[in-house]
């Protein structure tokens, strides 16, 4: 006898003539397609879309930037020319920079009365400072007046990703117009950094910054002290880190292969519950009528 492997089919095949179509068959099964659909859907989705992980570790995760950070940052004092504005920096590791020139800009406002500062440069990772004063002016002013709207203070690359929000530019449109024009300005920053790995492994490197800000007139014992505006710095020594992320393929074929077997075994079970039971019950009645 020839060797027949469709003995090894367990997908046996009932003949037409010997099944019946019921209604309530047909009703199910519409239902059954419709939500299978609706979950195919819904996993498709899923499966194009990306999510965004995020991690904390210890690390300095910018090993390559030579120890720096560079620092945008963009201010405008109303009320103060701009032969007097300037930026100081001064660190931990003896750097004590009086009036930072480089990638910076002032432009006037108020027909010359107030100032913009514009600028870009580096900072050290250590603690430090720096700090808008007039400072590095040839002649100190009487009464410089220090209220001031900061427009941008942002630290490393820029992360234009809609799915991350984070605290970059934590000072952007921070207000101090109406603060004593006398008084000095403290922002204690704490400087978190960031990573942002996305779907081709290419990562970048940012900052966030957490602020806590007090409003003081200075004074010593030769008298009032030229009031400034401080940015004081210190680093997280934890990296924020996130990852764009895309569900396997497999996990969204065995998803898709447990909807579809899930929906109609269940349908086929709740179909055979209603069939038995619409049998039995005509036999009730045809035993009621004999």
Not at 125 to 138: D, E, L, M, Q, R
């Amino acid at each position: 006898m020839p060797f027949d492997v469709r003995r090894f089919d367990i997908y046996r095949k009932v003949p037409k003539d010997l099944t019946q179509p019921t209604y309530t068959g047909a009703f199910i099964s519409i239902l059954c397609c419709v939500f299978i659909l609706f979950l195919f859907l819904s996993e498709l989705t899923g499966f194009i879309a990306t999510e965004i992980v995020n991690e904390l570790y210890v690390d300095d995760p910018d090993k390559d930037s030579g120890g720096k950070i560079e620092v945008s940052l963009n201010i405008s004092l109303p009320n103060l020319h701009c032969d007097l504005v300037g930026l100081d920096i001064q660190d931990e590791m003896g750097r004590h920079e009086v009036g930072h020139i480089d990638n910076s800009m002032k432009i006037p406002l108020n027909q010359g009365d107030g100032c913009r500062f514009e600028g870009e440069f580096t900072i050290n990772k250590v603690p430090g400072n720096f700090h808008v004063s007039t400072h590095s002016a040839t002649a100190q002013p009487q009464s410089p007046d220090m209220t001031h709207t900061i427009h941008k203070l942002a630290f490393g690359e820029k992360l234009q990703v809609q799915k991350v929000q984070g605290a970059f530019n934590a000072l952007g449109g921070a207000d101090r117009l109406a603060s004593n024009p006398l008084a000095s300005h403290d922002y204690i920053l704490k400087i978190v950094p960031t990573v942002y790995e996305d779907l081709s492994g290419r990562q970048r490197f940012s900052y966030q910054y957490t602020v806590a800000n007090k409003e003081y007139v200075a004074y010593s014992h030769t008298g009032r002290i030229i009031p400034a505006i401080w940015f004081r710095y210190d680093l997280s020594p934890i990296t924020v880190k996130y990852t764009e992320r895309r569900q396997p393929f497999y996990r969204f074929i065995t998803s898709i292969c447990a909807i579809v077997g899930g929906t109609f075994t269940v349908a086929g079970i709740i179909d055979s519950c209603i069939f038995t039971a619409s049998e039995a019950w005509k036999k009730i009645q045809i035993g009621k009528m004999s």
